[in-house]
């Protein structure tokens, strides 16, 4: 996969697992990742998971200070395949739906909508309410993908892992870098 370049935007929303693995896959494919964490994705990593916030650092070529609106993915001029944010908090859907670029993570989805590149944003909240459900309208609208954490089991999931690896591919999918962490309906092995 080299040549391919991700921007991966982790908020301080419950499931940064989710954004953590999609770092250790990009990392195995070669793809080049430029990281956005948020302060209190830094705090929810130590709550969440078993990982040091260092290390999650160290799984992106570029790990970037979400306060640097100056840094190289702010710009359209910098090349990337797309963006994920995962997970992402309802503070971050807000300010990428209406374009209120305060900071980094949120100006990185900005310019990725506008250069017509791939955003996933993996919204991670439930129940939802009015307010929520028309910033996702809004956000799909503007021509980000709106891709829920919500498990499937047709691939008989035997482990958590299996059902975070199942949310992690179809990122990759909607980013068209292939994987093999899943079997898909229809395919041999698939029961």
Known sequence: ME???IVVGITGA???IYGVRLLEVLRELNVETHLVLSEAAKRTILIETRHTVGYVEQLAHTSHDPRDVGASIASG???TEG?????CTIKTLSGIANSFNDNLMIRAADVTLKEKRR???VVRETPLHTGHL?????AADTGATILPPVPAFYHAPKTIEDLID???G???DNLDIDHALFKRWGEEGHR
């Open 134 to 138: 028309r910033l996702l309208a809004q």
């Open 119 to 121: 955003l996933i944003l």
């Open 170 to 172: 179809k990122i990759l």
């Open 83 to 87: 963006m994920a944010v995962v997970p």
């Open 3 to 5: 040549g391919k370049r």
């Open 77 to 79: 001029s910098f090349r």
């Open 14 to 16: 419950s499931g940064v």
């Open 166 to 168: 199942h949310i992690v």
